[in-house]
């Protein structure tokens, strides 16, 4: 396990410097402290840092469905955002729908006060290892 509490090694979530503070039946929370280079030239955090955080989040989510899978991609995304980022950041996200191959899911971002920073949502599939010859 890596020490970000992810149970898969991902450099780019080491970078942003993500933690994971849940992960299971279909649901994940991730958090996020800002360093000075995840800002913006407003002293916000940047978008392609918040919309990082949420897609971590949602295909952790997704991830949660199958403990036997070793990743999931990203296929989709959309990231609506409504309001300056901040401080902490915590991300939820909820696989809110599971077909044969791919699954749905839904979040949010929010600040530590409650507030609504960005939803977003996604199509992922899961990644599993390769029979052995």
Request: charged share 25%; aromatic share 6%; hydrophobic share 40%.
């Amino acid at each position: 396990m890596s020490g970000t509490g992810f149970d898969i090694r991902m450099p780019f979530v080491e970078h942003l410097g993500l933690q994971l503070l849940e992960k299971a039946d279909g649901r994940a929370r991730v958090r996020l402290d800002p360093r000075p280079e995840h800002l913006n030239s407003w002293s916000a955090v940047h978008g392609g840092v918040l919309l990082s955080i949420l897609d971590v989040a949602l295909s952790s989510s997704a991830r949660a469905l199958d403990p036997t899978c070793i990743g999931a991609t990203t296929v989709e995304m959309k990231v609506n955002f409504l309001a300056a980022a901040r401080g902490t950041v915590l991300a939820e996200g909820r696989a809110t729908r599971a077909g044969r191959t791919l699954i749905f899911a839904e979040g949010e971002l929010v600040n530590s006060d409650g507030e609504v920073l960005a939803k977003g949502n996604g199509t992922f599939k899961l990644v599993y290892p390769r029979p052995q010859d």
